[in-house]
């Protein structure tokens, strides 16, 4: 607190809060832009990092029913490729939900809260979220198929990774966004009344 020239004492602890926040939302989506950075990279040089390995895996049941890594060699290399689905797939959603919450986050940050992208940045989260969650394993455990009925390993039966987390996730997500839209909404409605 400090004291004016009119002897009224003034408060700097909301100018503070209000700098310490923007400051740390800058934070958080620098760190979100190296993340959604990284996952591209690694959709993109995973699979051309596999085409030089001799040997590709799968994941297969193992006997307690949860996933092993299953290594084979001498894949063709689409099959070689069809192996790192998952990885590119689980890239891809990363790139896109972290540069989706760095743009929802800096608005918010920049005082927009109720900025008319938002709804959409926060449906693309969610979509990146299902598909992160669900879509990957399910292509992840369709390769492993692929991989395993190439090779002739009958015995084994690929592994289905599924989480309920991902999609309660994405629908809470989705649910923020239609917060966000309605919160626009009664913004443009109350702008004219002031």
């Known amino acids: 607190m400090t004291q004016s020239e009119d002897g009224m004492v003034k408060s700097r602890g909301p100018r503070v809060r209000a700098f310490l926040f923007r400051e740390s939302i800058a934070w958080v989506g620098a760190l979100l832009a190296v993340t959604g950075l990284a996952g591209l990279l690694n959709a993109v040089i995973q699979p051309i990092n596999q085409l030089t390995k001799p040997a590709a895996e799968v994941l297969v049941n193992s006997a307690d029913g949860r996933g092993a890594e299953f290594s084979t060699v001498d894949l063709p290399v689409w099959l070689n490729l069809l192996s790192e689905t998952k990885s590119v797939a689980g890239s891809a959603a990363l790139c896109v939900g972290a540069w989706m919450l760095r743009k929802v986050l800096l608005s918010i940050g920049a005082g927009q809260p ?8 926060l449906r693309w989260l969610a979509l990146a979220v299902f598909f992160g969650t669900i879509i990957a394993p399910v292509a992840t455990y369709w390769s492993a198929r692929v991989v395993l009925g190439h090779v002739g390993a009958d015995p084994l039966t690929a592994y289905l990774p599924l989480e309920l987390w991902g999609p309660l996730l ?10 966000f839209r309605q919160g626009r909404q009664l913004v443009d409605e109350t702008a004219g009344l002031v």
């Open 114 to 121: 109720f900025d008319p992208r938002n709804p959409r940045r």
């Open 170 to 179: 994405a629908l809470v997500i989705l649910a923020a966004a239609e917060a």
